[in-house]
């Protein structure tokens, strides 16, 4: 199926908090908990997901991106993907390459194909991770420094392939409990000097070698759990967050940041919040 798209004329991506120029979303149009992935839907599959509430709070979501200035590009809901709305994880921009992901949990294998589609016929440098498994969710980027998390979505394998690639980057692999699914649900960065963390989630290890880089603030374990570590910077200090996570927020502001509130509380159900919905193409 052809994908008629608004074309994105480059990629370039160098952190998390850059402005956000052009990202890729979509709808949670068959958002559904068939098969438990992680421990949020776990704590949510009986109630499972509203999607006529997700799909509404999502549009809010992305009425409110374009408000800002971003370009918002939204890929086709497919049945088959109860998942997709968390673009984030089936590809991420490192530079000026697009890298699409090898898929960690088979019930989303087959939604990096959608994307590889779009991309088939822009001009952009696209380059796929075959290696072993690696989901975006597990990579974050500052700079010359990638961060990616060693998780049951990401293998070591596939980062050490990534290390070979990028000889000119500081390829750092961070573990942490794989029960909070990706390295974005407990960490975030959210300027060259502050980022979000969870600490319960990390060895000291680890741990102190971020406080080294950042100035650390920390997420209680009940602002974790409604993924107070996951929001979306757009740039100029502004960050997208969820209400339910008035700590966070708070913190936020206190650090000077506008704190953009919308509500995505059924989305977040399926264990991802506004990073994990987002695959950014293009920040300056």
């Given at each position: 199926?052809?994908?008629?798209?608004?074309?994105?004329?480059?990629?370039?991506?160098?952190s998390e908090y850059d402005s956000l120029v052009s990202v890729i979303v979509c709808e949670p149009k068959f958002m559904h908990i068939s098969e438990v992935i992680n421990e949020t839907q776990r704590h949510y599959a009986d109630e499972n997901i509203n999607r006529t509430l997700a799909s509404n709070q999502h549009q809010k979501f992305v009425r409110t991106l374009r408000s800002h200035g971003v370009e918002v590009i939204e890929l086709p809901p497919h049945q088959e993907f109860p998942e997709q709305v968390f673009t984030r994880d089936i590809g991420f921009t490192l530079g000026s390459t697009i890298f699409v992901s090898s898929m960690g949990s088979k019930i989303r294998q087959g939604e990096e194909d959608i994307l590889k589609e779009w991309l088939g016929n822009k001009n952009v440098r696209l380059q796929e991770i075959s290696n072993g498994k690696m989901e975006g969710g597990d990579v974050l980027i500052d700079g010359d420094t990638i961060y990616i998390g060693v998780s049951g979505r990401t293998a070591q394998s596939s980062i050490k392939s990534l290390r070979e690639m990028l000889p000119d980057y500081n390829v750092v692999s961070m573990p942490?409990?794989?029960k909070y699914l990706h390295l974005d649900c407990v960490f975030n960065i959210l300027s060259s000097t502050e980022a979000l963390v969870f600490p319960q989630a990390f060895r000291k290890k680890e741990l102190?070698?971020?406080?080294?880089?950042y100035d650390l603030i920390e997420v209680s374990k009940e602002e974790q759990f409604s993924l107070g570590t996951n929001v979306l910077s757009i740039g100029d200090k502004k960050v997208f967050s969820l209400p339910v996570n008035p700590k966070v927020n708070n913190n936020l502001r206190k650090r000077g940041y506008e704190v953009i509130e919308v509500d995505l509380s059924e989305i977040i159900k399926s264990g991802g919040s506004f990073r994990c919905c987002t695959m950014p193409i293009l920040r300056k």
């Open positions: 199926m052809a994908i008629t798209l608004k074309p994105t004329e480059k990629a370039l991506c160098r942490f409990n794989p102190d070698f971020l406080s080294k880089r």
